[in-house]
């Protein structure tokens, strides 16, 4: 959510923006804002006079009763009565106006970065950069599931019994590798000054409208059936969360965590070939990092933060590239954000695995989360990046760990978590 002085001095940059984004069905909202901000603001300019005249009236009546003027004090009486009636409504249509606006604030798209390209969607999104060289082996690399079943390692039949399509069952190596990755991937972060967290599975309606558009809330989250409860999507809401309603002493940040937790999503809509099996799903587990920093720090952290996946993935022989995101899309809270992608070699091509954002003060201002500063207070800005998420990842990991004859290579980082193993080796 932008800051709504900003928007009622520079209306035609909020438009321009909203053009950037391809979404003029909100240009109406621009004006609705400035002029239920107006009327907001006759309200509250009526009010407060209304205000002060009843302080004065009161003394005027206090001196009054004192000099045995009861008429003119009772008239006085009927005249504050009537003010407070008049000041009653005029408080109730503040209320009402500011409930407004801050409903359309929360559908204008935050202010997008100037480096940000112009793309109505992900087909003009731009690569940045390539990590690792992308190899294709002479053998024919299978569809991630056949590899798993090689290793007993899957079984979505059963998982579709149980809880219906998108969901799987992860057994043996492949479920050990599953965990293992998690693992490494907290060491890593931990090891790069990050303070781990497990935090809650489920948040409250007022987060979820703190770190999201309603847009993305109706295709993402589910609804607990009878309390104001979501189940997340990502670990980062929660993180975030953790902040709502906070005076922050400058000194101590910024704030680095990361966090481990499992992932609900709806996932709606048709999916292609390649989003069978384990690729698109409502259920998974992530490590996820925030960081929560002064607005100066926010573009440095956002450098670091997609850097260390892209390190992360690199550590596990898997070549990856970033893609910046065009404006198009961007989600409505970003400012800017990119992919990070890893190649597989069945498909040759890469794929996402995760997306690192700068989200500016969009969420703080929505939360609340401000800073105690030497100049005063201000509101925090707050990123966000996947580490790792598996059972994706490990599609990346299997096809590019995959020899010939069926084994898959174990990397060093990982064979402790792995009881040592260096080699996966099929058993089908």
């Known amino acids: 959510m932008i800051d709504l002085k900003f928007l009622r001095e520079n209306p035609e940059l909020v438009k321009q923006n909203i053009k950037n984004k391809f979404q003029d069905h909100k240009l109406s909202?621009?004006?609705?804002?400035?002029?239920?901000?107006?009327d907001s603001r006759k309200a509250k300019q009526e009010a407060d006079a209304l205000r002060a005249n009843r302080n004065a009236l009161s003394k005027q009546i206090g001196g009054l009763m004192k000099e045995g003027k009861k008429e003119e004090a009772a008239a006085l009486k009927e005249q504050v009565a009537k003010d407070a009636e008049r000041l009653a409504a005029l408080e109730a249509d503040e209320r009402e106006l500011a409930d407004k606006v801050t409903q359309i604030m929360m559908k204008i798209p935050n202010i997008i970065d100037p480096s940000v390209p112009i793309g109505e969607d992900d087909s003009c999104n731009v690569e940045i950069e390539k990590f690792g060289d992308p190899h294709v082996p002479e053998f024919e690399v299978p569809y991630h599931t056949e590899i798993m079943e090689r290793f007993c390692g899957i079984d979505l039949d059963a998982a579709g019994k149980v809880a219906g399509n998108g969901f799987y069952y992860l057994m043996g190596d492949i479920a050990r590798l599953h965990s293992a990755v998690i693992s490494y991937a907290r060491d890593f972060m931990i090891e790069r000054g990050f303070t781990y967290c497990v935090p809650p599975f489920m948040i409250r309606s007022n987060v979820v409208t703190g770190v999201m558009s309603f847009e993305e809330m109706d295709a993402m989250m589910y609804k607990i059936e009878g309390e104001d409860l979501y189940l997340i999507g990502t670990s980062e809401h929660s993180m975030i969360g953790k902040f709502i309603d906070t005076i922050n002493d400058e000194e101590r940040l910024p704030y680095t965590l990361t966090s481990y937790s499992p992932c609900f999503r709806k996932e709606k809509g048709a999916h292609g070939i390649e989003e069978r099996g384990v690729y698109r799903i409502h259920q998974f587990e992530k490590q996820e990092m925030i960081v929560v920093c002064k607005p100066e720090e926010s573009k440095m952290w956002y450098e670091r933060l997609w850097q260390n996946t892209v390190d992360l993935?690199?550590?596990?022989?898997?070549?990856?590239r970033t893609l910046e995101c065009c404006s198009g899309d961007l989600a409505d809270l970003k400012v800017k954000s990119c992919d990070v992608e890893a190649w597989s070699p069945r498909q040759k091509k890469y794929f996402e695995v995760g997306s690192c954002s700068n989200l500016g003060d969009a969420q703080a201002r929505r939360l609340k989360i401000r800073v105690k500063g030497k100049g005063g207070k201000y509101?925090?800005?707050?990123?966000?990046?996947?580490?790792?998420?598996?059972?994706?990842?490990?599609?990346a990991f299997l096809e590019n760990?995959?020899?010939?004859?069926?084994s898959v290579n174990i990397p060093e980082a990982l064979r402790m978590y792995m009881g040592g193993k260096e080699k996966l080796i099929p058993k089908n």
């Not at 909202?29 to 107006?38: G, S």
């Not at 509101?379 to 599609?395: D, E, G, K, S």
């Open 29 to 38: 909202l621009v004006d609705e804002v400035i002029a239920l901000d107006e």
């Open 313 to 320: 993935f690199r550590s596990l022989d898997i070549p990856v």
């Open 379 to 395: 509101f925090a800005h707050t990123l966000n990046n996947t580490v790792v998420a598996p059972p994706r990842m490990l599609i």
């Open 401 to 406: 760990n995959l020899n010939a004859d069926g």
